[in-house]
């Protein structure tokens, strides 16, 4: 009859372990979620001078494009007269 009693204790006993595996296997997940969001974070704010720096050059194209642009209608418009 001690054994029958047992019994159910042990079950309880190894579920509550295994509850405790799981929680310190999602504070671990918790703890490395954290360090990859830092880490984005950083590649994130390493890349905004990139960023800006490529609008920037864009700009500049943008602008040399155009600069150049009507002299080729000019030399165009010129050569047919």
């Known amino acids: 009859m001690a054994e029958q009693r047992a019994a159910p204790t042990a079950h309880l006993d190894a579920f509550l372990q295994e509850l405790r595996a799981k929680r310190a296997l999602i504070g ?3 703890m490395q979620l954290t360090a990859f969001e830092q880490q984005m974070d950083m590649l994130e704010q390493a890349l905004k001078p990139l960023q800006e720096w ?3 050059w864009s700009t500049v194209q943008e602008a040399i494009t155009e600069t150049s642009a009507p002299r080729r209608r000019t030399r165009a418009a010129a050569n047919r007269r």
């Open 28 to 30: 671990a997940l918790q």
């Open 54 to 56: 490529g609008r920037q």
